[in-house]
């Protein structure tokens, strides 16, 4: 089950004895937690029944002897293994047989990365238990998510032409994209309502452009420029994770384009269908020519790199992390 349909309602849904988190996106897997444990408590405040153990100090025993404990002041006791890919790995055939024989007053949650639905633990899951996806979701579900989080958590119609507005101008990035509907509905105030005009004044307009400028000269060879850009943007005091999401949102859309003129589209038809606006045309062919196909095949992989690296995946800081993105992109093409 993906996160977004679920975080609508968790009480629809009924505890499990085992239940799994999967995916890397921080804002769903904090959301998707506290409604389950909210769950599992029967929306009860007290979280002494609450343990949460990081995946690699887990020991199974102590796990299991938890989990079997009858609690006291609430009806279950709560498990939380976080990080627990490895826990899984080195105890997938014990958790097999755990999920089978689960303890009815026990409820694991596992926060994993990768959740393989082709292992014998998933489908014991699948069937005894529950697993919400919580990767990043796609651009369309996120405005029809902003749509409901705006009425259901912060009283205030938002449109889906603005929520639309704001997904393009701050990316696919969950816990920003609560965090301005969440501003847009202070700033609106008694009007509860959430206009495209409203999105397109609050939501750092400036920021946006220089983004852009910042990709426009990376992506046709203009390196120092692009490093001129960013360094302006991390000076303003703009968030590493935040700025890559704007960059995806229009890399993503270059690389569908590059896609689509390989299969012999017409530049025109390519843009089309990739999103991109028809005064955008020329920009994307210089791009194009600038980065060559075998670039624009490894746009979604670099993304991909970058964001783990944001998120945790090396030392490097995380302005580096901009910065080398900007040079891979900036090289002169090869192919």
Same mark, same amino acid.
């Given at each position: 089950m993906n996160a977004l349909p679920w975080l609508k309602n968790p009480a629809?849904?009924?505890?499990?004895?085992?239940?799994?988190?999967?995916?890397?996106?921080?804002?769903l897997k904090r959301e998707a937690l506290h409604g389950m444990i909210r769950l599992a408590l029967d929306n009860e405040d007290d979280l002494?029944?609450?343990?949460? @153990?990081?995946?690699n100090h887990a020991n199974l025993t102590d796990v299991f002897d938890e989990l079997r404990t009858l609690p006291f002041f609430t009806k279950r006791r709560v498990v939380v293994i976080d990080e627990a890919d490895p826990f899984v790995s080195k105890h997938r055939k014990e958790l097999e047989a755990y999920v089978e024989t689960a303890s009815t007053t026990g409820v694991l949650i596992l926060s994993v990365k990768q959740w393989p639905a082709n292992t014998k633990l998933a489908k014991l899951v699948d069937k005894h238990g529950i697993e919400i996806s919580c990767s990043t979701p796609?651009?369309?579900?996120?405005?029809?998510? =902003?749509?409901?989080?705006?009425?259901?958590?912060f009283q205030c119609a938002l449109s889906l032409d603005a929520a639309r507005l704001l997904v393009e101008l701050v990316g696919a990035e969950p816990g920003i994209l609560a965090s301005e509907v969440e501003k847009l509905s202070v700033y609106v105030?008694?009007?509860?309502?959430?206009?495209?005009?409203?999105?397109?004044?609050?939501?750092?307009?400036?920021?946006?452009?220089? @983004?852009?400028?910042?990709?426009?000269?990376?992506?046709?060879?203009?390196?120092?420029?692009? !490093?001129?850009? =960013?360094?302006?943007? @991390?000076?303003?005091?703009?968030y590493p994770i935040r700025a890559l999401a704007g960059m995806s949102f229009s890399l993503l859309k270059l690389h569908h384009a590059g896609k689509l003129?390989?299969?012999?589209?017409?530049?025109?038809?390519?843009?089309?269908?990739?999103?991109?606006?028809?005064?955008?045309?020329?920009g994307v062919q210089k791009q194009h020519a600038h980065l060559g196909p075998s670039r624009v095949d490894m746009l979604p992989d670099w993304l991909v790199q970058a964001d783990m690296d944001l998120k945790g995946?090396?030392?490097?800081?995380?302005?580096?992390?901009?910065?080398?993105?900007? !040079?891979? !992109?900036?090289?002169?093409?090869?192919d």
């Open positions: 629809q849904s009924s505890i499990r004895p085992v239940n799994v988190l999967s995916g890397d996106d921080p804002y002494s029944s609450v343990r949460r @153990i990081e995946g796609k651009e369309g579900e996120l405005a029809a998510w =902003l749509v409901a989080l705006a009425s259901d958590r105030g008694a009007a509860a309502q959430i206009t495209r005009s409203d999105v397109a004044k609050m939501v750092e307009a400036g920021r946006i452009e220089t @983004i852009w400028k910042a990709l426009d000269a990376a992506t046709t060879g203009q390196g120092a420029k692009a !490093l001129e850009y =960013l360094d302006t943007l @991390i000076a303003s005091g703009e003129r390989a299969a012999r589209l017409s530049l025109e038809e390519a843009c089309k269908r990739a999103g991109i606006q028809p005064w955008a045309m020329a995946g090396t030392t490097l800081d995380p302005r580096v992390v901009l910065e080398l993105l900007m !040079l891979k !992109l900036a090289q002169p093409r090869t």
